[in-house]
């Protein structure tokens, strides 16, 4: 008699199921590790709180206006997250819009001389005090909160101080009928229509520098050399990244895109208050916090940093939109603040415990 030995079918691998589910695993902690997601979702829950109690902030011409304040800081904001990925603050890129205006306007208007000229004048004033900032804190070891606080106070003082010995008035000239004034304008402060709705150009460039700062970041040998200087200045001169160079051309680009944002301001209202700009430096700050920027450098993202600019500009309109008291608008953003780095940082415990 023969016996047939019968064998139990061969379990089911299991193998492709998991592979699966880490890759999904490694996807989701993969996205909760980016800087912006934090930013992103207090977008999307302030969005829909305005869009709930403010029948107007519904509107096209609404978004339009809220898309319009966050460019005027989100393009300042763009230079600020790229500094303190670098680790290091700049407290005074709020007054140097405003000196970045003024000297356009001044410049031009008592020699007399086509408006590009003072514009170009005002660009290598600003460069110059983003290249000051940057060597003194390179050269010194002094930290930049300090060092940018200094220049904050003087750049205040000189504004108000030579617009009154020079105009005899807190604000500058109507430069509006000066030669190069109406191309200027374009350039810096027109504005389009898209399905009757009026889009701000500001809007367009606010789009060009994030996208620029984002591929120089995440795509180029500077961006590497950006987050290193960051994260760690003394391993990175160990392993040749030119620390004091990348910082002070960091300072510099602040420098540029505060006098971008001085040259809209002055060929928007054709005229510059001289104190005009204090306290904006901080809302800079705020954006790229909201955005996922540490305060220790070495981390964050441009993308974060604009979408912590469009939350402001929703907060700042919305606030209007639904008819609070405008007088609460600091307490919101300083909630805002402490609910986006409590947020971001729930954000990155979670992704690092995924891991």
Known sequence: MSTTLETAPA?????????????????????????EVGALLG?????IVF??????????????????????FGIPAVAVALLMIGGEFDLSAGVAVTSSALVASMF?????????????VSLVVALLIGFINGYLVVKTGIPSFLVTLGTFFMLRGLNLAITKAITGNVATNDVSNMDGFASARRVFASSFSIGGVSIRITLLWW???VAVATWVLLRTRIGNWIFAVGGNAASARAVGVPVNRVKIGLFMAVGFMAWFTGMHILFAFNTVQSGVGIG???????????????????????????????????????????GWNPDWFYFFLGALLLGAILLNSFVRKRAEAMR
Do not use: K
């Open 280 to 322: 904006n430096e901080f809302i800079y700050i705020v954006a790229a916090v909201v955005g996922g920027c540490l305060l220790t450098g070495g981390y964050g993202s441009v993308i974060g940093a604009a979408i912590g600019a469009f939350i402001f500009g929703m907060t700042n309109q919305g606030i209007v939109y639904a």
């Open 43 to 47: 977008a999307i829950v302030i969005y």
């Open 51 to 72: 869009f709930a109690v403010a029948p107007p902030f519904r509107e096209l011409d609404s978004l339009s206006s809220v898309l319009y304040v966050s460019s005027t």
């Open 108 to 120: 031009s208007y008592q020699f007399t001389a086509n408006m590009w000229v003072g514009v170009l």
């Open 11 to 35: 379990p089911r691998p299991r193998q492709p199921v998991a592979d699966e589910r880490m890759a999904r695993r490694s996807l989701l902690s993969r996205l909760l590790t980016r800087p």
């Open 207 to 209: 789009i060009l520098f």
